[in-house]
């Protein structure tokens, strides 16, 4: 290689390697710390809350959260522990809220006999809740905090914290 190519090569180098000594300082607020190429310590596992109390959804369309614990339940294709409590049939004697009217609908908007295969897993939408520090920031403002502003100051401070 002459010095002209070996000198052009340098130069094109050096941009790049900057970017990646970053790349080596990242964090991330899900992984802490842990360098990219190491394996995180997995925090112990949350108690989940078992209150049996409603929370009121953030928006009209939200799944509602679950109140109870749903440890060693069974949810796959063999069984749907869930459906035991929620299925039309059977909220009489478990006193656990039906499954909504959407959760029987196919995606033409048709009603089925029975609960809608898009519907099945669950915990696709709803989660159980843990008291724990969010991992990500959430500046989420509830449409009433909105509509309850004068108008003409669209200030969009996030909701407070119930
Ligand atoms: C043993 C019966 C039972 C089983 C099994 C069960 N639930 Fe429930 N669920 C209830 C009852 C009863 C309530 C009403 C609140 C309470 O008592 O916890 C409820 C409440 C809920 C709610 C809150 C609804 C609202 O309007 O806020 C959701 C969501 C929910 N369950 C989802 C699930 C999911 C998902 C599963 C399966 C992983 C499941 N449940 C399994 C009995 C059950
Ligand atoms: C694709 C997302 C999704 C899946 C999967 C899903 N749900 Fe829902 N669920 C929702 C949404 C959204 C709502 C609130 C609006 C509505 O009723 O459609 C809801 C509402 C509910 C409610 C409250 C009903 C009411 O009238 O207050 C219960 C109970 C519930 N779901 C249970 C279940 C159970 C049990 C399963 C599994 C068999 C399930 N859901 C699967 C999205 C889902």
């Known amino acids: 290689m002459n010095m ?4 052009m090569t340098l130069l094109l180098l050096v ?3 900057a970017p990646l000594a970053q790349a080596i300082d990242f964090q991330d607020g899900m992984r802490g710390a842990t360098p990219l190429d190491q394996t995180t310590q997995p925090p112990p596992i949350a108690n989940t ?3 049996d109390i409603k929370r009121a959804r953030n928006y009209a369309m939200q799944p509602p959260v679950v ?11 063999n069984a749907n522990k869930c459906m035991m409590c ?3 049939t ?3 004697e478990s006193q656990a809220p039906m499954i909504s009217v959407t959760h029987f609908m196919d995606r033409q908007g048709n009603f089925l006999a029975e609960l809608s295969p898009r519907r099945y897993f669950c915990l696709q939408c709803h989660v159980p809740q843990a008291d724990l520090k969010p991992l990500v920031e959430n500046d989420f403002v509830d449409v009433d ?7 003409g100051k669209p200030s969009l401070a996030p ?4």
């Open 49 to 51: 809350d078992n209150s």
């Open 145 to 151: 905090t909105i509509m309850s502003k004068p108008p």
């Open 86 to 88: 929620h299925a039309r």
């Open 15 to 17: 941009p790049l390697a």
């Open 159 to 162: 909701a407070k914290k119930k």
């Open 90 to 92: 059977r909220t009489q």
């Open 67 to 77: 109140p109870h614990k749903i440890d060693g339940y069974q949810l796959d294709k």
């Open 4 to 7: 002209k190519k070996l000198l």
